[in-house]
Structure formats: structure tokens, C-alpha cells
């Protein structure tokens, strides 16, 4: 399974970008998908997650009310709408796919590659 990122790039504080995330394939093993993020000197950490057909949903803390994660299974693809955007969303973000929502690195099998997200102040 691969999985490709796009969507990144440079806002002004209060902006908005949308995160998308292509799978090659659905299998049993990727049923979740996640947004990670890793900001410079910190660890990586769940964002957001969801599981394909309409199913639960994860935010972390610090994006709710603010970030919006949705699934188009028909393209097998799934996007991360951020709206109100801090400088601390400055991270690169990698979209993740694992057989069930986790909130560790290791629950998730595959790993696509990261996309900057830059927020100015």
C-alpha cells in the first residue's frame, strides 16, 4: 500500500489549507487512517483519524473545533481540513494507514511521506 500526501504549503495565521491523502489500495490492514505531525525538536503526534465508510472519528486536543478529517472511499483518499491556523500547526504532517485508529506511531503500518505545513505569524 503507498500513500501519497499532498496539500501543504505557507498560510498567514488564520488561514486554511486542506490536506489530502491518496491510498493505492484498501485492505483490512489500512481500515484507519491518521494525520501525524512533526514539528522541529518535538515528537511526532496523532492529529486526527478516521476509518473508512463514515466511521469514528480522532482529534487531538489541540485541533479540535478547528480541523476536519473526511473520507472519500470512492477514491480511496482522505482529506484533513484546517481552518484557523496557528503558527504552532507548523509541522510537517504525514497521513498514516493502520487496521484500527491508535494513538502511537507503531498502530500504523503504512506511512506516507511527509508535506510542510508553515503557518506565519
Known amino acids: 500500500v503507498q500513500l501519497q500526501a499532498s496539500g501543504g504549503g505557507l498560510v498567514q495565521a488564520g488561514g486554511s489549507l486542506r490536506l489530502s491523502c491518496a491510498a493505492s489500495?484498501?485492505?483490512?490492514?489500512?481500515?484507519?487512517m491518521a494525520w501525524f505531525r512533526q514539528a522541529p525538536g518535538k515528537e511526532r503526534e496523532l492529529v486526527s483519524a478516521?476509518?473508512?465508510?463514515?466511521?469514528?472519528?480522532y482529534y487531538a486536543d489541540s485541533v479540535k473545533g478547528r480541523f476536519t478529517i473526511s473520507s472519500d472511499d470512492a477514491k480511496n483518499t482522505v482529506h484533513l481540513q484546517m481552518i484557523s491556523l496557528k503558527p504552532e500547526d507548523t509541522a510537517v504532517y504525514y497521513c498514516?494507514?493502520?487496521?484500527?485508529?491508535?494513538?502511537?506511531?507503531?498502530?500504523?503500518?503504512?506511512w506516507g511521506r511527509g508535506t510542510l505545513v508553515t503557518v506565519s505569524s
Open positions: 498514516a494507514a493502520g487496521p484500527a485508529i491508535g494513538s502511537s506511531r507503531s498502530s500504523y503500518t503504512y
Open positions: 489500495r484498501r485492505t483490512a490492514s489500512t481500515y484507519a
Open positions: 478516521i476509518t473508512w465508510s463514515r466511521g469514528s472519528t
